[in-house]
């Protein structure tokens, strides 16, 4: 096998050593072109179809990218072999994903429920997969378990000490995994929030005498710019009302499909009976699942008789008769807590089934979190206590949206702000503090 060049859109030649591209060439890393990075993001923003695979290569050149820097700019702080560790690591982060990725990851829709990591580290363990075998073969039984324990965050392994760093370039706050999926989504849903340099950050980015990253003063406008733009794509993409929607639709869909067959009302076969009812879910099994099959499956379930499964479905399939967003800005679970009894009689009363027209989603974010594992400058301190902007990001935003059907939106709204009335002078105060 030779040593290859793959063509991505975002970091144009990814340079790929022949040893590596045989864990790419394994059928359970070929799985994830086969499992949307956005999951039901193209719903709104329909070029969002791009994949875990091609995200998990643009991580794999990041790690490559900051882990050469580190070695030309601190000669000595990383050897070749754990260079490597850290860029097979940075491919492999994303192995155990289940089909549409985070939304699916959920006891209801598995029978058999894992969360991603567990799965994608029993595949990288098993020596019955494809990709455990190749993996043991490449890197050898010793390395393959300092993979593991720098992947754990461990300090040693077999004696050998482990920096911190390691770890921190595959998953902290400044990450080569956010550092790729920032771009590449803003990139594949056209979102236009700025951006930032990930050349840049990755330039700025230093070692300190605890072995843990940290950022030159002079790399702090690009820390900003990251953190801005992680801001504005949760605001703007991530956390889109039609997508936070289309999200609720299809788990509901699947968990109503899995309900319906435990009854014997539906009957499921090859994966999807898989997935939803099988209560020891191999590791092959697991890996053989992806988007495809429940794409295929919601054409069927579209067409089945009981009103709610087939409501899901055809709603996602034809993009139309979506509920509708109550119009409070601002509304907070608490606030939405004192009139959903009344929300509930409301849509009963007008002939709607409370349990599935009623449908809410929780936004609970922080453009930034300081914590021990923050972002931290040379001096020491917390990028937020350098900037004022930073700062202002770590304000906490917390709020639902609450789903019904259009024909009683207007009504809903009404219902629910007379109730909370009594509270507008602590909403907003809410806002000013988030302002």
């Not at 549409?100 to 990851?105: G, I, Q, R, T, V």
């Not at 929300?343 to 914590?371: C, N, V, W």
């Not at 902007?389 to 219902?415: M, N, Y």
């Amino acid at each position: 096998m030779r040593d290859r060049v793959i063509r991505d859109e975002i970091h144009r030649d990814v340079l790929v050593p022949a040893h590596h591209a045989r864990i790419i060439d394994t059928h359970e890393f070929q799985r994830l072109r086969n499992i949307q990075q956005l999951s039901t993001c193209e719903f709104v923003f329909p070029s969002a179809t791009h994949t875990r695979f091609a995200h998990s290569l643009g991580a794999y050149f990041l790690a490559g990218e900051l882990t050469s820097s580190l070695q030309e700019v601190q000669p000595g702080l990383l050897s070749d072999s754990d260079a490597e560790l850290v860029q097979i690591g940075a491919l492999l982060h994303d192995i155990g994903h289940p089909p549409y990725s985070h939304l699916l990851e959920t006891p209801e829709v598995f029978a058999t429920f894992h969360s991603h990591e567990h799965w994608g580290r029993i595949l990288l363990e098993s020596e019955d997969s494809e990709i455990g075998q190749v993996l043991a073969d490449v890197l050898g039984e010793e390395r393959k378990q300092r993979l593991f324990a720098l992947l754990d965050g461990q300090q040693e392994c077999n004696g050998v000490p482990i920096a911190p760093f390691l770890k921190e370039i595959i998953s902290s706050q400044l990450d080569v995994d956010r550092m790729d999926y920032m771009i590449r989504d803003q990139a594949n849903t056209g979102a236009q929030i700025g951006g930032f340099d990930s050349a840049r950050v990755i330039r700025a980015l230093r070692v300190n005498d605890e072995g843990r990253l940290y950022v030159k003063t002079w790399g702090l406008p690009a820390i900003e710019a990251y953190l801005v733009t992680r801001y504005h794509m949760y605001n703007q993409v991530y956390f889109h009302k039609v997508n936070m929607l289309t999200q609720s639709y299809l788990v509901r869909m699947l968990a109503r499909a899995r309900q319906l067959a435990q009854s014997g009302v539906l009957e499921l076969d090859g994966e999807i009976h898989e997935m939803l009812l099988n209560e020891s879910l191999t590791p092959d099994q697991y890996a053989s699942l992806h988007d495809a099959h429940i794409k295929v499956a919601m054409g069927r379930f579209a067409n089945h008789s009981d009103e709610i499964l087939s409501g899901y479905a055809s709603r996602l399939l034809a993009r139309r008769d979506y509920h509708k967003s109550l119009r409070i800005p601002s509304l907070t679970t608490e606030m939405f807590a004192m009139v959903k009894d009344e929300i509930t009689a409301h849509l009963s009363q007008q002939g709607f089934d409370a349990e599935h027209d009623l449908i809410t989603a929780s936004i609970r974010k922080r453009g930034y979190m300081p914590y021990e594992q923050g972002i931290i400058l040379e001096d020491g301190r917390d990028a937020a206590e350098h900037s004022p902007l930073i700062r202002s990001l770590t304000q906490s935003d917390e709020r639902i949206l609450v789903f019904v059907p259009e024909q009683i939106r207007d009504s809903c709204e009404a219902l629910v702000r007379a109730k909370t009335k009594p509270s507008q002078s602590s909403l907003a105060m809410f806002d000013s503090a988030n302002s």
